[in-house]
């Protein structure tokens, strides 16, 4: 195989076109009679080993790496990249965070409107309602128990305090000591009612506070009384 074969015909082909034109002319100088232009005329020894070599060259050429098939590159499409595509996003959706727990709610801060759908609830616990009663039956023996302080002090004081400002402080003194045994009860009912999960009730003396507390109390006390029999 000829290694300095032209660039400009890697397969040959000019070469081969030049043999076959030599074979023409030298088949046209000679003396034989004209054959048939339709039949194939026989090739010499020279002839074959140019149609090898230039067989072989092809064979060679095509085999190469540099004449290996390479499929063509797609065109540019100047919408393929959509990244707001609904239907063939090319990012990966973020991850969906779970859900958060609601914080504890603070049953103390609640209006009495917001606790009457929890009321409900609780109208429903047993042990609450029970509670709920041993706390009632507490404070009217408290209530009574002051009554009836008060009531013997106020028929026996003149005669125990004659001096008039006597029996004023002793009065004083026995009402305020009554007060704080009611301040006492009411600090223990609202601790007890905390603890059981009641809405609104905190230990307190805030004025509006009591009052929506009383109001709460009040509608468990109707709840009671309607599970008591007749």
Known sequence: MDLNQPR???HGVQRLLDILRRQQDASSSS???PSNPFATAPQPE?????SSDAAALRRRTYASSSSAYTPAEAPFDPYAFNPFSATNPVLDAPPVAPPKKDAP?????LSFAES???LSGLAADAGLMRRLKVLRTQQRELERRL????????????????HVKQRKEED???RADALAQWDKCLQAQQQELA??????????TDRRKVETQRKVLAVLVDMLDDQEPP
């Open 8 to 10: 400009d015909d890697p």
């Open 116 to 118: 009457l759908p929890i």
């Open 172 to 174: 004083h003194r026995r």
């Open 195 to 204: 603890r059981a999960g009641v809405p609104t009730f905190v230990p307190t």
């Open 147 to 162: 009554a009836k302080e008060y009531h013997q002090f106020a028929a026996t004081k003149e005669r125990q305090y004659p």
């Open 105 to 109: 709610r603070d049953l103390a801060s």
């Open 31 to 33: 003396a034989a009679p």
């Open 46 to 50: 020279a002839d074959t080993q140019a």
